[in-house]
């Protein structure tokens, strides 16, 4: 049986089974927006992603009386460590990147933005080379029609060769800062869950009872 653990009101509670999680919907001590994650995991969603709201009109069987807020999810640990590689490490306190640190309590979020390299100047090569072909070919120029050839593919080329630039941006008191940046959308993509994890623990830390 699945267990799940919910953060309701800046509390982390449980673990609940999934007819308790139901059971607390349906008596309105917990909401769709509010965030679960099942135990064992880590990525919190909404209960709404994890309940299928028409479970809500289905009576549900008696369950045994829960307690009247369980044991926290975890305690808080400020050295937890959520990615560390290339010279950049995300713990629950700081963010480092490179020479760069930031304190999690002052990032408020973090995207990943995609910058496109330029298609103008590879659009022109492509554009002026067939261009100087055409013309060449009528006048019987082979050398033109070999250069108009050679800026056509070299247009190509950099077509292909460009890649896309994907910025990690933090937002701080002091506003927005592009922290870094890598050519591979995955990659970016692990240091912003990392640091989304850490703004979350630090946001609701508990200690045991």
């Known amino acids: ?3 799940y653990y919910v953060n309701c009101g800046g509390k982390n509670l449980g673990p609940y089974s999934g ?10 001590r917990l909401s769709l927006d509010d965030l679960g994650v099942e135990e064992g995991a880590e990525d919190w969603q909404p209960l709404g992603d994890i309940v299928d709201p028409a479970v809500l009109a289905v009576p549900s069987p008696p369950t045994r009386k829960l307690p009247t807020w369980p044991t926290p999810l975890y305690r808080f640990d400020p050295n937890n460590v959520h990615f560390s590689s290339n010279g950049i490490s995300v713990t629950n306190t700081r963010v480092v990147i490179g020479a760069q640190t930031f304190a999690v309590e002052n990032i408020s979020s973090v995207v990943v933005e995609r910058h496109d390299p330029p298609t103008l100047l590879p659009g022109l090569l492509i554009v002026a080379g067939a261009c ?3 013309f060449a ?3 019987s120029a082979a050398g033109a029609i070999a250069f108009g050839i050679v800026l056509v593919l070299l247009g190509v080329a950099v077509l292909k060769i460009g890649k896309s630039t994907y910025w990690l941006v933090l937002t701080t008191p002091g506003g927005e800062v592009r922290a870094c940046s890598s050519r591979n959308q995955a990659d970016a993509q692990r240091i912003v869950v990392a640091i989304n994890r850490a703004i979350i623990e630090r946001a609701y ?5």
């Open 137 to 139: 070919i009528g006048a």
């Open 19 to 28: 007819a308790q999680v139901v059971s607390l919907l349906r008596e309105r």
């Open 132 to 134: 100087i072909a055409i």
């Open 205 to 209: 830390p508990r200690s045991p009872s």
């Open 1 to 3: 049986m699945a267990y």
